[in-house]
């Protein structure tokens, strides 16, 4: 049985990418292993966003969270700031991650661009996403396409910590899917769907409606070709409809490719496709969104299992580098 853990930010609405990039393959490893799923709510601080958004985004995330499958009688589903762990450990990790590693993080760099005021925490955000693996002596973590720098960071933590110090966590790996690790924005799909970047037609919510997704997939960017093949790079448009249709479906991308004489029919199939994946989330979400005092006691439930998990590897981590218990 191994370990996995992944975390998602409650900074926006929940998109196409996040569920199939992420939460998808959370709810597929959930029966098997020992798992872990947070909102990682003080992830979201290290970009401007209103407090009562948070709160209110925090438990919506967990809505959108069980909605799509993950079983809470299984998992350990909780938030990451009512885990105190997570900070203290943090800081043990910032102080032996160095800034050369950190400037590297195309993450940062991609954010920092786009806001006028940086925040230290968006540099140091890799961090106390090492932080929040470590912890749980993960073995895997199912992330996205591109968070798999974040992981290269956590791993050169673990091991340089365990080299230093002595052996103290367990050195994670990153398992992204073959399909759908990186879904693109279908109006600029040059670039990821991603919630914090305002593209209301590129970006297909977990929660639209089947007449917006339907809209927004029949209106996405092609190429004034008329050919459909699978070429990302030089076809990236209809290549992302191709994935999104082929994960959606289980047809490999190759062979939908081969199904289609034009841009039309395979919108609409990728429409159909996608409504048909998201409608049972969006009802269910609906549903559990009526009794948030249940939401709210899975969270609290979750939060003391994670305590009990995460108290024994800081303490050893902090014993480890030398400071003293109270
Ligand atoms: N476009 C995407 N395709 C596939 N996977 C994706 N993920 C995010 N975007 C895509 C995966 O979703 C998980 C949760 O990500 P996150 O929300 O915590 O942060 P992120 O990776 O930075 O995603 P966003 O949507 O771009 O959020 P903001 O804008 O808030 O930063 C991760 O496993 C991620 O890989």
């Not at 959370?26 to 970009?47: K, P, S």
């Not at 790996?173 to 919630?195: F, I, N, W, Y």
């Not at 305002?198 to 809209?215: A, C």
């Amino acid at each position: 049985m191994a370990t996995v853990f992944s975390g998602v930010q409650p900074s926006g609405d929940f998109h196409l990418g996040n569920y199939l990039g992420a939460f998808r393959n959370w709810v597929a490893a959930q029966g098997d292993n020992e798992a872990y799923f947070c909102v990682v709510d003080l992830h979201a601080l290290t970009l401007d966003i209103d407090p009562e958004e948070l709160r209110r985004r925090t438990i919506d995330s967990a809505v959108i969270l069980l909605a799509v499958g993950l079983d809470p009688e299984v998992v350990t589903l909780f938030v990451q700031s009512h885990v105190a762990e997570h900070t203290r450990l943090a800081w043990l990790l910032e102080c032996t991650a160095t800034m050369g590693e950190l400037s590297r993080m195309t993450q940062y760099k991609e954010k920092a661009a786009r806001g006028e005021m940086v925040r230290v925490g968006l540099f140091t955000y890799p961090a106390l996403m090492a932080a929040d693996i470590l912890l749980y002596q993960v073995d895997e973590v199912p992330v996205g396409d591109d968070q798999r720098q974040h992981l290269e960071l956590t791993r050169d933590v673990a091991i340089r910590f365990n080299n230093r110090y002595g052996p103290t966590f367990t050195v994670p790996r990153a398992t992204v899917p073959k399909l759908g690790a990186r879904v693109m924005d279908l109006q600029h799909p040059e670039r990821k769907m991603s919630k914090s970047v305002d593209s209301p037609m590129g970006t297909v919510g977990i929660l639209d409606d089947p007449g917006e997704v339907q809209r927004k997939v029949m209106r996405a960017v092609t190429d004034a070709e008329t050919t459909v093949a699978y070429d990302p790079e030089r076809k990236p448009g209809v290549s992302n409809l191709l994935e999104l249709l082929a994960v959606a479906t289980g047809v490999g991308v190759e062979q939908a490719a081969g199904t289609y004489r034009g841009y039309g029919q395979l919108k609409r199939d990728v429409a159909d496709a996608v409504v048909a994946l998201l409608s049972p989330i969006r009802e269910r979400a609906l549903e559990l969104g009526s009794d948030l005092g249940e939401v709210e006691r899975i969270l609290s439930v979750g939060a003391a299992r994670a305590r009990e998990a995460a108290a024994p590897t800081y303490a050893a981590a902090a014993r480890a580098i030398g400071l003293t218990s109270p």
